[in-house]
């Protein structure tokens, strides 16, 4: 439960978000989020609990909005190809210097990435997926952002954020400290002032949405067709 972050830091800006941030602190930065995200992201998870059953019935396609560098949606093909699965996935990502940086790296043959979003999008897919996309959001935009998944997903729909919790904001830093050379301490704590907390995405998503939560500090917010 917040105690101290009683409201979300709605306005706040991430340094990673500044168009004229460092583009080689960025780099770092995507280049970072695949340890720290395997550390505390929990889609390996996610992906045995929610999206290796629903991959498992034939050839799937999934997107990941909001894909950064490309971290979370390379590990989720690297599964679903360890495991035989004939999906195909696609990163989407509105930032040019997102998209070039995901381009750049070792990618498995059942990914791709496009610089695009997902209220342009027109093609449908099995399962939709993003990781810390609902922390940048203003509060009215998770009602635009669940109806344009909705039109998008056939099978599932999972946003996977961070949790708003004192506890998190102390706790952090142990973390994210040993990441040098880039954006992850100062925006990871800018990000937990931004997340919302369960109750309060509950309140601004649609009806037939729901919020789950899981530790440490996490939260999914599912819809299913």
């Not at 894909?67 to 195909?88: E, I, N, Y």
């Not at 708003?164 to 800018?190: N, V």
């Amino acid at each position: 439960m917040t105690h101290f972050l009683r409201t979300r830091a709605e306005t706040l800006t991430e340094c990673m978000d500044e168009p004229g941030c460092d583009p080689q602190k960025l780099a770092r930065t995507y280049g970072q989020f695949a340890s720290i995200n395997a550390l505390l992201s929990g889609w390996t998870q996610i992906y045995q609990r929610e999206l290796r059953p629903a991959l498992g019935e034939g050839a799937r396609t999934v997107l990941d909005i909001g894909c950064g560098g490309g971290d979370v949606v390379r590990h989720l093909a690297r599964l679903a190809l360890r495991d035989g699965l004939s999906a195909t996935f696609l990163g989407v990502d509105p930032d040019p210097r997102a998209i070039a940086f995901a381009h750049e790296q070792e990618n498995p043959n059942n990914v791709r990435f496009e610089q695009t979003d997902a209220y342009s999008l027109r093609t449908r897919f099995d399962l939709v997926l993003s990781n810390h996309v609902l922390h940048h959001l203003a509060d009215e935009d998770i009602l635009t952002l669940c109806t344009a998944c909705e039109r998008l997903a056939m099978v599932r729909v999972v946003h996977n954020d961070l949790c708003r919790d004192d506890r998190a904001l102390a706790l952090f830093p142990l973390i994210g400290g040993w990441f040098q050379g880039s954006y992850i301490l100062e925006d990871g704590l800018r990000s937990i002032r931004r997340a919302f907390t369960a109750t309060e995405l509950q309140a601004l998503a649609p009806t037939g949405w729901t919020v789950q939560t899981s530790a440490p500090f996490r939260l999914q917010l599912q819809w299913k067709p």
